[in-house]
């Protein structure tokens, strides 16, 4: 089966206190490859911090100086696959794209928060290796398509092992649900505005398309005082501190 893609991805000055992460659940059709456009004025301009092309042969695993491969279920969002190590589930395909593949399978008797879990997948962080205060980050992508699916892209506080979510803060670059095949979010999350409360926007597609059917770029530009979000450059949310009240 072929499975979603996340082609050559961009990333500049990024975080504060924020690790990048990235999670799909998804069985998608491939499409042929597609590298990154030229980037925008803005971010070509910045200094370069983190640059991952996802160069290396087909099969091989992601560099494990850059990415971390979290394993185990997910018992915060009551998912039902677990989370593998190595290759199986997120592998090169030696043409500039980090595929990630979700199957319908348990080799290892693998148990998740409701008992047996159903399916494998993976889920990449940076965590300990990489994060940073602002700027502008973006990951182009061709996402998951059908009913039950949740891929995303977001950024965490590297201090959430000491003060715990929400009080780290999180910055989703984009969610998708798969009942929105034409739909992205970008929500920030922190105390007294996360989960359902997260403060956040939309942005769809015209025309009917799906984001599935195409590779799309989900970008922020996180300066002190705003956050800015985008798709294939088209800005559709700007935040503040006083949204939060902050």
Request: charged share 15%.
């Amino acid at each position: 089966m072929d499975s979603p893609r996340l082609s050559r991805r961009l990333l500049r000055s990024a975080l504060s206190a924020l690790t990048l992460a990235l999670v799909t659940t998804a069985l998608v059709g491939g499409g042929a490859h597609e590298r990154s456009p030229a980037l925008s004025d803005t971010a070509a301009s910045a200094a370069m911090t983190f640059d991952e092309e996802f160069d290396g042969s087909a099969g091989s695993a992601v560099n494990g100086s850059r990415w971390q491969i979290e394993t185990g279920d997910n018992v915060d969002n009551h998912e039902r696959q677990y989370y593998t190590a190595g290759n199986r589930n997120a592998a090169l395909d030696g043409q500039g794209h980090l595929v990630i593949t979700a199957r319908k399978e348990n080799p290892n008797n693998y148990q998740c928060w409701y008992g047996t879990c159903q399916y494998t997948s993976a889920r990449l962080n940076t965590s300990g290796k990489f994060t940073q205060a602002y700027g502008h980050v973006e990951a182009r992508m061709k996402i998951p398509r059908g009913q039950g699916m949740w891929p995303a892209f977001w950024m965490l506080g590297d201090d959430i092992g000491q003060v715990g979510w929400p009080n780290s803060g999180e910055i989703d670059i984009m969610e998708n649900v798969g009942f929105e095949p034409g739909t992205v979010h970008g929500t920030l999350h922190g105390p007294g505005y996360s989960g359902s409360a997260g403060i956040g926007a939309g942005y769809t597609l015209p025309g009917g398309q799906a984001f599935a059917d195409a590779f799309h770029t989900f970008a922020i530009d996180w300066a002190p005082d705003s956050i800015t979000w985008s798709v294939d450059g088209n800005v559709y949310q700007h935040r503040t501190p006083a949204d939060t009240n902050g």
